[in-house]
């Protein structure tokens, strides 16, 4: 069976500190992978996505960076954080070429830029 | 622009009557819906999904209807239980692409 995995659970950053998060999926290959932001009382914005490996769609301008140096692995970063880039950030995935098929979420970081 | 609107932030039902809850899209080009639950701390679970070829889904407790015309679709929970208590997302997507787009989400409480 599939699994996902997200790390850290929790992050407390200052301003100005880099940002590196990561999300590793399991029992599945060429997984479509996304990251997600929900801020504090806002919905689910979508940030990146891919479909492949050195694929990166950006759905929002600002300081944070996706990469995917492997099959299952999702990487967000940032080079110096801001205030607003505190939120619950959600890693997810669906599987290759079925494009009707629903994401399947992480557990998700609560980062806390201070 | 907000192409998911879930209009109620809030809702509030008692326990056994049912819940419904609202979604309306802006896409014409959306034609996959879906619905999702999440608790605090944790990431959403993937709840009950409906094809626009279709106006009504159900699974248990479960129902989504959608009406392409007025481009709205809802969530009945029936019976409501005390476990339902959650905020639930509306999220859509265009079958042939890779992107789910998440409405802002409507949290329910399920009084005793």
């Known amino acids: 069976s599939q699994t996902i995995h997200q790390w850290p659970a929790t992050l407390v950053q200052p301003v100005g500190s880099p940002l590196s998060l990561e999300c590793t999926v399991e029992g599945t290959s060429n997984p479509n992978l996304y990251w997600y932001r929900q801020a504090a009382g806002r919905g689910l914005q979508l940030l990146f996505y891919s479909v492949g490996i050195g694929q990166i769609s950006s759905e929002v301008p600002q300081n944070l960076s996706a990469s995917r140096p492997q099959d299952r692995q999702f990487i967000l970063s940032s080079k110096k954080l801001l205030l607003s880039d505190s939120g619950f950030y959600l890693c997810?995935?669906?599987?290759?070429?079925?494009?009707?098929?629903?994401?399947?979420f992480g557990n998700g970081t609560r980062l806390t830029v201070t | 622009d907000q192409q998911v609107k879930q209009n109620s932030p809030s809702l509030s039902v008692q326990e056994g009557r049912i819940s419904i809850l609202n979604c309306d899209y802006t896409?014409?080009?959306?034609?996959?819906f879906l619905w999702y639950k999440k608790y605090p701390a944790e990431g959403p679970t993937f709840l009950i999904s409906?094809?626009?070829?279709?106006d009504k889904n159900e699974d248990g407790r479960f129902t989504v209807f959608l009406n392409k015309s007025a481009k709205h679709l809802s969530l009945h929970i029936v019976p409501s239980q005390p476990g339902d208590s959650a905020v639930y997302f509306c999220?859509?997507?265009?079958?042939?692409?890779?992107?789910?787009?998440f409405g802002s989400g409507t949290r329910l409480s399920i009084r005793p």
């Open positions: 999220a859509a997507k265009r079958s042939s692409a890779s992107k789910i787009i």
């Open positions: 997810a995935w669906s599987p290759p070429g079925q494009f009707n098929s629903p994401l399947h």
């Open positions: 409906i094809s626009s070829i279709k």
């Open positions: 896409n014409s080009m959306f034609d996959y």
